[in-house]
């Protein structure tokens, strides 16, 4: 395991939960607020992207032009992105099946997820009830989606590429909640997931300038030179110059 994923919410997300571990970054976001903030939304072109007043206005407010998110959700080539919408009622019935299937069973979300390298982890976890923080714990009367993950790149293309590849899984998962537009186009979509996003307050990663596929590069590398070196004991000059040639040659798409 390349570094170790945690997550630190005042949400209560209860066992009905669904993780998909594709890659494992180190990651940790805290949302501090009683409820589930909802951000104002900013405005956007026909076809979902910022307009320029808009996108002047986040850089003011600490975001990142490149990335397209604000700047507490960046570590490095890292980016966490934060979820929660409002579910219905026959979700709250629904999901739970679907969470504890998917935790169980291999579903073609997992082996997709698995496949897209840029992506650290995601994870789907329904919240019921808000805790002692403070203030009274409170049972919500309306169950929460909480949606985190963490990436490589843009936000926009994550979320393109969710719409896109993921596009059923999508609708599997969010048609069950308030307001959800559909995965396809991507514009209304991309303004859905920004409405009900939440910035992170703290967010770490074990590798900043490293992505997954570098990381995962990394260790298979390291595996790779240990049996060279248990191979290589005891070999002659000539025998260890053509092994070494030999594992140079077997290891130029890891390094």
Do not use: C
């Amino acid at each position: 395991m390349a570094s170790r994923a945690t997550t630190m919410s005042n949400a209560k997300p209860t066992a009905e939960a669904a993780t998909v571990a594709a890659r494992r970054p180190a990651a940790r976001t805290r949302s501090r607020s009683a409820r589930p903030p909802v951000a104002a939304p900013r405005p956007r072109t026909a076809s979902g992207r910022d307009t320029p007043a808009a996108t002047a206005a986040a850089l003011a407010d600490g975001g990142d032009k490149v990335l397209g998110t604000p700047s507490r959700n960046v570590d490095g080539k890292a980016i966490a992105i934060t979820v929660f919408s409002t579910v219905k009622w026959p979700g709250r019935f629904f999901l739970p099946v679907v969470f504890f299937v998917g935790t169980h069973v291999p579903t073609p979300i997992s082996r997709t997820l698995s496949k897209l390298s840029f992506i650290h982890f995601a994870r789907w976890t329904l919240v019921r009830e808000m805790p002692d923080n403070g203030q009274p714990s409170e049972t919500l009367q309306y169950p929460h989606l909480y949606f985190e993950s963490n990436f490589n790149g843009g936000w926009a293309e994550y979320i393109d590429a969710f719409s896109h590849i993921l596009a059923g899984g999508m609708k599997f998962f969010w048609s069950t909640s308030y307001g959800f537009p559909q995965p396809l186009p991507t514009g209304p979509f991309k303004v859905y997931i920004e409405r009900n996003e939440t910035d992170a307050s703290h967010f770490y990663s074990a590798y900043p300038q490293a992505t997954t596929t570098m990381i995962l590069s990394g260790l298979e590398l390291e595996k790779k030179l240990k049996s060279f070196d248990e191979k290589s004991v005891g070999l002659g000059d000539e025998e260890f110059a053509a092994q070494w040639r030999d594992f140079l040659t077997d290891v130029q798409e890891l390094v």
